[in-house]
């Protein structure tokens, strides 16, 4: 499926000059300015309210801290695919900016841009740590991981972040001194948290488990691809050419709300994905409305999945996800991924 980019379908907002020079479309200047306020406001006054003696607004602060990092995610998403600013460097300034909020920095971040874009034209996921097999050799820490599976607690992702910091020091890779500078400086600044508020420091844990949950909730059930093992130092694996009825076939829109799409913006209207794929240009902003007016058209309904259908499936396959390559299919169970996220790139 393919739609037309045009922008005579949205209104534009006249705006002083330099708005236009910084911003790459002129209908993004107040939704990416919102976005961008909304971050910085809820991350620190998150911050702020973590540090309060009343439980109410302690528990307000993690839910805060938490949501101001999920749209911190998907806005470093938006900066992947350059729909946000005009400039590349002040692209690449805001992408540093939103993975020391989101946790991303960790990541070599040119790498994290060019295997995102890589998994739209190659239409598969691509893995640089095959956990799978790994847990396979390991089986003391497989059945610790799928008891906390079981248990809801992300096992998996948190594995994926452990290699992302071991990786650049067992392969000595050049990047390895700054990750290991930026893993002093946030564990130097938790630290100090704890030892002057320990709720606080508390809080924010319980924030990042929260927010690693939502976004691996989202990435579970948006794409049928089989995982692709591409082992640093080894040949590069042979992947298949797919075509564009391969990727709408293996792509899902697994929206929040259809009843009252704006609960979609939670997420940045990141589930209007088969839309996102069939152009990646797009900017946020500009998704649902495509989605109403051209893909509910013309797609396969099953295509378009129901939030209880994804909490059931969640809940079924939460530990057959961690230890099958196999990400099933609406038809016989949606099994879906775990551990392909943008944020831990290898």
């Known amino acids: ?75 470093f998403h938006e900066l992947v695919h350059h729909t946000i600013f005009r400039s590349k460097s002040t692209n ?46 390991h089986p003391l820490f497989a059945k610790i991981v799928m008891l906390l599976e079981w248990a809801y607690f992300p096992a998996v992702e948190m594995l994926m972040r452990g290699v992302m910091v071991i990786q650049p020091f067992s392969q000595r890779l050049p990047h390895r001194y700054r990750v290991l500078t930026t893993l002093i400086i946030r564990s130097v600044l938790w630290f100090d948290i704890l030892w002057w508020h ?30 692709i093992v591409a082992t640093p130092g080894a040949p590069s694996p042979e992947i298949p050419s797919r075509s564009r009825t391969y990727e709408e076939e293996n792509t899902y829109t697994n929206l929040l709300s259809q009843k009252w799409p704006v609960l979609n913006l939670f997420v940045l209207n990141f589930v209007y994905h088969n839309v996102h794929h069939a152009m990646p240009s797009m900017p946020w902003h500009r998704l649902r409305r495509y989605h109403d007016q051209h893909y509910v058209q013309e797609a396969k309904p099953s295509q378009i999945l129901s939030f209880r259908q994804q909490l059931i499936w969640y809940h079924r396959y939460r530990v057959t996800r961690a230890v099958t390559s196999d990400y099933g299919n609406i038809e016989s169970g949606f099994v879906g991924a775990v551990g392909v996220s943008f944020l831990t790139v290898l």
């Open 92 to 137: 690449a300034r805001m992408m540093t900016v939103m993975s020391w909020i989101n946790g991303g920095c960790l990541s070599y971040l040119p790498r994290a841009e060019k295997k995102h874009l890589a998994h739209h034209f190659q239409k598969a996921d691509v893995i640089s740590f095959d956990f799978r097999a790994w847990l396979q050799k």
């Open 1 to 75: 499926m393919a739609f037309p980019e045009t922008r005579s379908q949205f209104s534009t907002i006249r705006l002083h000059k330099p708005f236009h020079k910084i911003f790459r479309y002129s209908d993004g200047v107040v939704p990416n300015l919102a976005a961008l306020i909304y971050i910085f406001a809820g991350y620190f006054g998150g911050w702020f309210l973590l540090f309060s003696r009343h439980i109410a607004l302690f528990v307000l602060g993690i839910l805060l801290l938490a949501h101001s990092m999920i749209i911190s995610a998907y806005f």
């Open 198 to 227: 320990w709720p606080a420091a508390l809080g924010y844990v319980l924030a990042t488990l929260l927010f690693i949950t939502v976004l691996r909730f989202i990435d579970a059930f948006q794409h049928t691809y089989e995982p």
